[in-house]
Nanobody, 121 residues
Framework: VQLQASGGGLVQAGGSLRLSCEASGLPFSTYTMGWFRQAPEKERESVGLINWTGGRLVYADSVKGRFTISRDNAKKTLYLQMNSLKPEDTAVYYC???????????????WGQGTQVTVSS
C-alpha cells in the first residue's frame, strides 16, 4: 500500500494550496480517508475526514470554513484544498486511510509520507 502526498510548499498568509494524495495497492473507493498534520514539537492532529462515498465530511474546528476535503475514486486520489492559510497551519500534512475518527490517530491503517506546508506571515 502506498499513499503518495504532494502539493505542499511555501505560501504567504491568506494564500491557498491544494494537496493531493494518490493511493495504490488498496481498494481506495472502500476506505474512509483523512488528512492529519503535525507541527514541530506538537502531536499529530486530525484535519478532517471523508467517507468512501464522499457523502460524509468532518473537519476540525480549526480549519472549518477554510479547508475542503474531496476525493476522486476513479483516480484513487484524495484532495485537501486549503484557503485563507494562517501561519499556525504550518505543519507536515499526512494523508491516511482506515477507520478514521477526528479525535484520534488510532484507527489509521495506512499513512502517507507527508508533505510540508509552510505559511509565512
Amino acid at each position: 500500500v502506498q499513499l503518495q502526498a504532494s502539493g505542499g510548499g511555501l505560501v504567504q498568509a491568506g494564500g491557498s494550496l491544494r494537496l493531493s494524495c494518490e493511493a495504490s495497492g488498496l481498494p481506495f473507493s472502500t476506505y474512509t480517508m483523512g488528512w492529519f498534520r503535525q507541527a514541530p514539537e506538537k502531536e499529530r492532529e486530525s484535519v478532517g475526514l471523508i467517507n468512501w462515498t464522499g457523502g460524509r465530511l468532518v473537519y476540525a474546528d480549526s480549519v472549518k470554513g477554510r479547508f475542503t476535503i474531496s476525493r476522486d475514486n476513479a483516480k484513487k486520489t484524495l484532495y485537501l484544498q486549503m484557503n485563507s492559510l494562517k501561519p499556525e497551519d504550518t505543519a507536515v500534512y499526512y494523508c491516511a486511510a482506515g477507520d478514521i475518527v477526528l479525535s484520534s490517530t488510532r484507527g489509521v491503517q495506512y499513512w502517507g509520507q507527508g508533505t510540508q506546508v509552510t505559511v509565512s506571515s
